[in-house]
């Protein structure tokens, strides 16, 4: 969480901060709770990439290391202009970017629709540019896709969970769902790994919100 400026609407992309042409932090080998390889350009055979944004990066990378069949997440920034921005930088409003968590998972022991639905149903996906109190374009909810199927799969669900949000009175669904290849995901910081792991009284804001996947 961070209590600076909160910026609630994109910028021009010619208006953002310039970054920088490579990763300047180093990041630990192997994950802190999972003990597979952080960093990973693509996926092992037989593995899928999802990448989310649902808010404070902490507490939903917590939410998907803790799924059976994920075998390593990350957490770092989607969906902006910048390139290899800081988190200070994200914060800014100023790199378009969200937080976003990247999930490398066994499609064999759980479906990509699985994790769209863990995704809906543990943050509201109708708040715009804010998550709760965190306030702020870093904060807004997304899907980026890495396979046409996730993309048929995500507006197929996204669209199931809107009708069922919409009967109850709840509001549109804002979620902004784009091609991964479109939009590079930038690893965090070290510190921001694992973070509810190094640091368990740290910051939550995910829980399921009462809204359960319509059967």
């Known amino acids: 969480m961070f209590l600076g400026r909160k910026q609630t609407a994109l910028v021009a992309p010619e208006q953002t901060l310039p ?6 932090w180093h990041l630990s080998e192997r994950h802190a709770v999972l003990d597979a390889p952080l960093v990973t350009d ?3 055979a037989g593995h899928e990439v999802a990448i989310f944004g649902l808010g404070c990066f902490w507490g939903a990378e917590e939410v998907y290391w803790q799924v059976p069949g ?15 921005p800081s ?3 994200v914060c800014s409003g100023r790199t378009n970017h969200t937080e976003a968590v990247r999930v ?5 022991v759980v479906s990509y629709a699985d994790l769209v639905k863990r995704f809906f149903e543990v943050h ?7 998550q709760g109190n965190d306030v702020g374009t870093q904060y807004r909810s997304a899907i980026y896709w890495t396979t046409p199927e996730q993309e048929a799969t995500a507006r197929e669900l996204t669209e199931v969970y809107g009708a069922e949000l919409a009967r109850r009175g709840l509001g549109s669904i804002t979620t902004e769902i784009r091609s991964a290849e479109d939009t590079p995901y930038y690893y965090a910081e ?8 190094k640091n368990p009284f740290g910051y939550r804001c995910h829980a399921n919100t009462g809204v359960a996947f319509p059967a």
């Open 19 to 24: 970054g920088r042409s490579e990763r300047p």
């Open 42 to 44: 693509t996926a092992p």
């Open 70 to 84: 994920v075998w390593s997440t990350s957490v770092g920034y989607a969906g902006g202009d910048t390139p290899h």
């Open 87 to 89: 988190y200070e930088e």
């Open 104 to 108: 490398v998972f066994d499609p064999s």
């Open 124 to 130: 509201d996906p109708t708040q715009g540019m804010r």
């Open 190 to 197: 070290d510190a921001h790994q694992q973070y509810l792991h």
